[in-house]
């Protein structure tokens, strides 16, 4: 095994992936810009700056296993393959919501864990879950890293170790059916190589959620992911016909027929399971031919509230773009959704219509789209906001960073609901949020988008921006507890697209009832019966 | 509660419900036609007629549960809605399966339940699982009594009696949400009520499979079902959003949001579980503008693999009609979609492709589904084998009354795979049904369609025509089992629309996997921990 403590972030000795992101920071940071010179200028107005660079990486606390199950963790996927170095801990101790960014610029590591176990295959996978019981480790599967809502945050007390479970090394287009057009993908592969070797094939996936680029096809799965083509391409889960799972009771194949009648569907009950039930293993997903064309404009709307009209006039009517997006008021007025515009000054609500597909296909839905939202009031600003947005489309994590610098506290918190408690819920969500940091002193910023729309409903995806202050965390957690339980009052989800974790465990329960609590227990205690699975995640 | 088995069958003294079946037959028998004489012809060709009217009506075995229940049952939903007379319970032994209607017309009733309970309300419902357990009655819940699979033969062994608990008074349209376009359903509503219910706003749920006349919301969510305008409308399990539920622990509501993230879709474990898990006392569904323009027409292909693919081209391009279904060689020859063309001649496959919306959409869809097909070779043949279709689209299962009179068995089974796997699927089922029925003697005809498309694979749908011979039943039932055994090695769905029920159980293992039927048990168990609700349905 691996003990260079002295191995830089992302070295070959590590094993690192080439799209491992900072420990404390999101993504590259050689990707990173500075915060640009105008939003400088708007958050000194609005917060001051207080610049606050990160902690120097600390040490971690001492590996807490002993050198036998080391040496049986080297026995089942390779001594090459179990690390204990400081830089692989560090990278896998909590995801990357901002609270965990905070902690980890603190230096508070106390959550890593004991060591990074790299399978290499589905029965490596299997053997690894064979130890944890053995030896009662707890085991967090990890993908991308990219969890904002503490889903790598597993409990360990009363377990001997935890380990971090990496599954990069699964990593292969196992198979293509282009008749049936599916692809089975294994669950280490990150958004863009899934991408890459699907369009070998002149194949794609088209699933780009904000994390993309360093998310994995496993985490997707495991968490519901809904891409910011969902309009199009549908969710992750809308994706899948197929699962391969390890489980400590052994290994379970789902996925018989596109759908079926033959009892509940149990491949819904594996999506979205965040690590709690099994260990995904392979995916396999309906894929689509590369869209030949993509084209990507903006149009204006008045108000938030004409343009959610549009918005479900379109999913209602079956006239749906590729990608569509709304920004509110205030969203639209900081140019979030086009970070080349930040500083300029924008009216109304921005809405972002994407097409992709064929020449012919986009020709036609353009065309109807456009019809619509004409007749609907909207008014066109042609292509240049549409290529602004798709510029920057996986960009904002990069500014939380810029923003966490100069000591702006940003995070992002999401809902769905239907469309006639759209209005009450944008309302009393932002309420809570003002409330709660307390507006009025003009020390929160509380913008909103709509990115996934549904005949029934919509998401509303919220991003707040206020000054850190001198206890952030704690801040923001009086926060989004505001936040979460208007959410739960107004009988909203708790996750549109983020998942459960850690961080929405105490509120599930208020979305699925007692009943619903107690079913994912049962399961959870059938296929994972000493509880190893990432416990203390998801299941109340 | 009523005991006067005097009482003719529908007449209000046993509470009867307008679409209430007739014991032995399918449907309304008033509605039934005689054999046609052509294909009475060609039945005579190729089994020879053995006129065999079915048993007159015999007794039922004396009701197994004492005065002391029956009377708490009444406390609780009301002396009038407790029912012991014969045709009640005659009506409510077993569903409507080829072998149900062999065991009825033979005189078999020896699944009648003991007591057909009518509940009013959920609480209604809660009251009785609550003294199904205080007492350990098996509790079968009856909507519409067309299952197919064995759904409503539950086990009755080690219980102290079995109950039908029919939902009929459960009828109401409780709530219209015309800016989500939802609708709440209750479980008791037929289809063409629910129907009639919604269009009194303006609104349809467009599922009509060819039990819609009679079967329920309650059974069309507990079963999958999914209904011949399938392309346009989705499966019903596609249009469920919400879902409240009566278990022996209690009430269970689900659905916060069109789709979402926290956590696995736990109404996709309610959708499919065929009572075994609670009853399901509302349903809120996705509903449509009804549509106001309505054409079928017709295709003809050379081949059914010709025609397959031309399906295939439609679901993957995104250019689905609303009702899309081709008959194989056989089944064209036949005209069985065209019940008006019987005994007339016809060659090759016959498509039927149906459009349903605005007169816009009409136009703009049908014009892009025509340009696919005639690009693909298909011949169209105008509208009227589509009016023929529609006009006999509910009428198969009188038919085989019909047949069944004469000393033919007609039945039918269906099943589900991807596109790449179709033609070997067919091949194998169909063989599997030749080869157990000696179609070398001339004795079977199999016959297949296509109703239902993904982007990822379809449908296959097969009607056997056989002579009944001197043991129907074991006959049918061993070339049944060699069809499961074929689906299964073949890695497809041992039902695409039918359920599981007691019939596929024994298979269901193959398709899930034992931990699939592990996860099963646990969830049944912890819902219904003593196992009062559909004993010996679906879980393996």
Redesign the interface.
């Known amino acids: 095994m691996t003990h260079d403590t002295a191995a830089p972030h992302g070295s070959p000795s590590t094993g690192a992936h080439p799209r491992e992101m900072h420990p404390q920071r999101w993504g590259d940071p050689a990707a990173a810009t500075a915060l640009p010179e105008a939003a400088r200028g708007l958050v000194e107005l609005a917060f001051g700056l207080h610049e606050t660079p990160a902690a120097a990486e600390v040490e971690l606390p001492p590996v807490g296993l002993g050198d036998d199950v080391l040496a049986a963790l080297a026995d089942v996927v390779g001594p090459d393959h179990v690390h204990v170095d400081d830089a692989s801990r560090r990278l896998r101790t909590r995801g990357k919501s901002t609270p965990d960014l905070l902690r980890a610029r603190a230096g508070d590591l106390a959550d890593a864990p004991d060591a990074v176990v790299r399978p290499g295959s589905h029965d490596e996978v299997a053997g690894v879950l064979a130890l944890a019981v053995e030896h009662h480790l707890a085991v967090v599967p990890f993908g991308g890293g990219t969890c904002v809502t503490g889903g790598l945050a597993a409990r360990r007390d009363g377990f001997a170790g935890l380990v971090s479970l990496d599954l990069v090394r699964l990593d292969a287009l196992l198979e293509v059916?282009e008749?049936?057009?599916?692809a089975t993908l294994e669950p280490g592969l990150r958004g863009p190589e899934a991408e890459a070797l699907l369009a070998e094939h002149g194949l794609c996936l088209g699933h780009y959620p904000q994390s993309f680029e360093h998310a994995s096809i496993g985490g997707f799965a495991a968490?519901?992911?809904?891409g910011q083509s969902s309009a199009g391409y549908g969710?992750f889960?809308q994706m899948v016909?197929g699962l391969r799972v390890a489980?400590p009771?052994?290994?379970?194949?789902?996925g018989?027929?596109?759908?079926?009648?033959?009892?509940?569907?149990?491949r819904?009950?594996?999506?979205?399971?965040?690590g709690a039930f099994g260990v995904i293993t392979a995916v396999t997903v309906?894929v689509r031919r590369l869209p030949e064309v993509k084209v990507y404009e903006g149009w204006r709307w008045g108000s938030f509230v004409e343009g959610a009209a549009a918005m479900?006039t379109l999913a209602?009517s079956?006239t749906l773009p590729t990608v569509l997006r709304l920004s509110d008021e205030a969203e639209t007025g900081l140019n979030l959704a086009r970070p080349d515009a930040i500083g300029e000054e924008s009216t109304g609500c921005l809405m972002i219509v994407g097409h992709e597909g064929t020449p012919a296909?986009v020709e036609?839905r353009r065309a109807?789209v456009t019809e619509v939202l004409t007749g609907l009031g909207g008014t066109p600003l042609g292509e240049e906001p549409g290529a602004s947005w798709a510029h920057g489309r996986f960009h904002a994590p990069y500014l939380r960073d810029s923003m966490l610098d100069v000591g702006v506290l940003v995070e992002t918190l999401e809902?769905?609901?239907?469309?006639?408690?759209v209005d009450a819920l944008y309302a009393d969500v932002r309420g809570a949020l003002e409330r709660e940091l307390g507006v009025e002193g003009g020390s929160a910023i509380v913008l909103c988008h709509i990115s996934?729309v549904?005949?029934?409903?919509?998401s509303l995806y919220f991003t707040v921006a206020t000054s850190a202050g001198e206890a952030p965390i704690e801040r923001w957690g009086r926060a989004k507890a505001a936040a979460n339980d208007a959410i739960v009052a107004d009988?909203?989800?708790?996750?549109?697209?983020?998942?459960?974790g850690t961080d929405?465990r105490p509120w599930?329960g208020a979305?699925?009832?007692?009943?619903?609590a107690?079913?994912?227990?049962?399961?959870k205690?059938?296929?994972d019966p000493t509880g190893v699975l990432n416990p203390g995640v998801?299941v109340p």
Request: glycine share 10%.
């Open positions: 059916d008749v049936s057009m599916t968490t519901r992911s809904s969710r889960d016909v489980t009771r052994g290994e379970w194949r789902l018989s027929s596109p759908a079926n009648a033959a009892g509940p569907d149990l819904q009950l594996v999506l979205g399971s965040e309906r479900r209602q079956g296909q036609s109807a809902t769905a609901t239907f469309w006639s408690k996934h549904y005949e029934t409903g919509c009988g909203a989800t708790i996750s549109h697209h983020h998942a459960v929405h599930l979305e699925i009832g007692d009943l619903g107690s079913v994912l227990r049962a399961v205690a059938d296929l998801l």
